[in-house]
């Protein structure tokens, strides 16, 4: 028999197990939503406790599986959301305060006032990103002069922090790791990418002590063993969850590009050993690091992709549920000149504005439902325009495809539109859950199951290809619209 791959999936709005064999089949799965906490307008929480709850039962659940159950376990792959910063007592493993989500927008005061042109400066040539609310510094910064405590137990060296990857890896092992990986370790605004380092600079630049941090690991990597599921599983692969979709896709030569439709949406270029730094706000980072060799990327990031269909669904009510908006899409010709904006929790790349908000554009009488629902799967495809765009502009070529992934690209109507607004062909894999896949294929590589990228990329399959047919004249009205739109709800 042969082995098999445990994954764990923490996204924001859910958390998946699942079992894959040696092909990158799936053996099985099992899902829940995770619940949102809005405490405040522009504050997004999520409970650490019940991340936790939801991974034990469904790893269980997973393994339970006819056919898993008795098969050998080589490994096991976590791949998570970003960002989401949580602190942590060592002694209890107990959280001091909610998980703050990478969507969270509480610390763009502090953001702004720490954003000298010295400061971004630095903060982009050592980490390739922006000083914004989006990446972990600033949650810990908040957390520790808010929290009442945190602070001087930080400082005493009781707490420790991390993104999700690191929190699920202390409780899988009881406490015994307190580790991450390059990915997630880079995406914190306190790595410097070049160096492969937690940097000092910028501990000091946030008030920050070095004692909460986690070690950094290579993605594929012996991150300890965890016996919580009824025998021995060493845990061998983790990656922040859109540059192990990055992996899934095999996106493993520069120049190559995904993308990913879940909660937001993240384009992933492939840069090989370069920095790439850019002129367009995207962000450089780590693509993914093997055998201490790093591999760099360009990726934008929209905040707000398939939760767009979810706010349609959960806050107005305008459908049951998120399958029902491909239908409506296909019901009307065209959105009637409405755009909708989905600034909910500012606007990511290319613009950065964390105070921008949310908008439908252009409503006339005649506008209904359908017209409202239309205009929210447009907004996605636009965005991803806009990151092409940047992509481009900053010295890329024009890709031969764009592969695509998540939970939304099984919308066919959505991804014929985005390649009619990319003018690019679109390409659906095989198994479109590519992050845990990704997930899967570095605790192989980890494990050795999997001997090299090469195997890996010759296990990727086409399942779909949608071709642009819409003419330029067509488009570019559309995106003028758009650019408009956005225009409408920045906030400078």
């Known amino acids: 028999m042969s082995p098999r791959l445990l994954v764990i999936d923490q996204g924001t709005t859910s958390t998946r197990a699942m079992v894959f064999d040696s092909n990158g089949s799936v053996l099985a799965r099992a899902q829940t939503e995770l619940p949102q906490i809005f405490p405040a307008p522009g504050w997004v929480e999520h409970d650490p406790e019940v991340i936790w709850s939801h991974t034990l039962a469904l790893c269980r659940q997973a393994l339970a599986t006819p056919g898993v159950a008795d098969a050998p376990l080589a490994g096991i792959g976590i791949a998570n959301q970003r960002e989401t910063t949580v602190l942590w007592d060592r002694a209890t493993g107990k959280p001091v305060y909610h998980a703050i989500v990478w969507q969270d927008r509480r610390t763009a005061a502090l ?8 400061n971004s400066a ?15 510094a600033s949650k810990i910064r908040w957390l520790l002069d808010t929290v009442p405590g945190v602070r001087q137990r930080a400082e005493r060296g009781e707490l420790a922090f991390g993104t999700i990857d690191s929190f699920l890896l202390w409780r899988l092992t009881e406490g015994r790791v307190h580790a991450t990986d390059a990915t997630n370790a880079a995406r914190t605004l306190l790595f410097n990418i070049h160096t492969q380092q937690w940097d000092a600079e910028l501990l000091a630049l946030f008030d920050i002590p070095a004692s909460l941090l986690p070690e950094v690991h290579d993605n594929a990597a012996d991150f300890g063993v965890t016996r919580l599921f009824g025998r021995p599983i060493a845990i061998t692969g983790m990656a922040g969850d859109q540059q192990a979709a990055t992996v899934g896709q095999a996106c493993f030569t520069p120049g190559m590009i995904k993308s990913t439709y879940g909660t937001g949406c993240f384009m992933v270029q492939n840069t090989g050993s370069q920095v790439v730094a ?19 990327a360009l990726e934008g990031s929209i905040f707000i992709a398939g939760a767009a269909v979810q706010w349609l669904r959960d806050a107005v009510r305008l459908i049951d549920h998120a399958g029902e908006a ?38 006339t009488r005649d506008s209904g439902i359908a017209h409202i629902v239309r205009a929210a799967l447009e907004s996605v495809c636009y965005q991803t325009r806009d990151l092409m765009a940047a992509m481009l502009a900053d010295g890329a070529v024009t890709p031969a495809a764009l592969r695509v992934d998540g939970g939304m690209v099984g919308n066919d109507w959505m991804m014929q539109f985005l390649a009619d607004m990319l003018d690019v062909p679109v390409e659906r894999p095989h198994v479109t859950e590519t992050t845990a896949l990704g997930a899967a294929y570095l605790a192989g590589l980890g494990a ?30 559309l995106y003028a619209g758009w650019n408009e739109a956005v225009g409408r709800t920045l906030s400078r």
């Open 448 to 477: 050795g199951v999997f001997g090299s990228l090469d195997e890996l990329s010759g296990h990727w399959q086409l399942a779909a290809r949608f071709t642009p047919g819409m003419d330029d004249k067509r488009r570019e009205q």
């Open 278 to 296: 850019s002129s367009h706000r995207l962000l450089s980072t780590v693509c993914y690091r093997l055998e201490g060799k790093t591999t760099y």
């Open 111 to 118: 953001c702004e006032q720490l954003a000298t042109p010295a």
């Open 122 to 136: 630095r903060v982009a040539a050592c980490t390739g990103l922006v000083l914004d609310p989006y990446f972990s």
């Open 326 to 363: 491909e239908a409506l899409a296909r019901q009307v010709e065209s959105t009637g000149g409405v755009y909708l904006v989905p600034a909910f929790t500012g606007l990511g790349a290319p613009y950065w504005d964390p105070l921008a908000r949310g908008a439908i554009i252009g409503l």
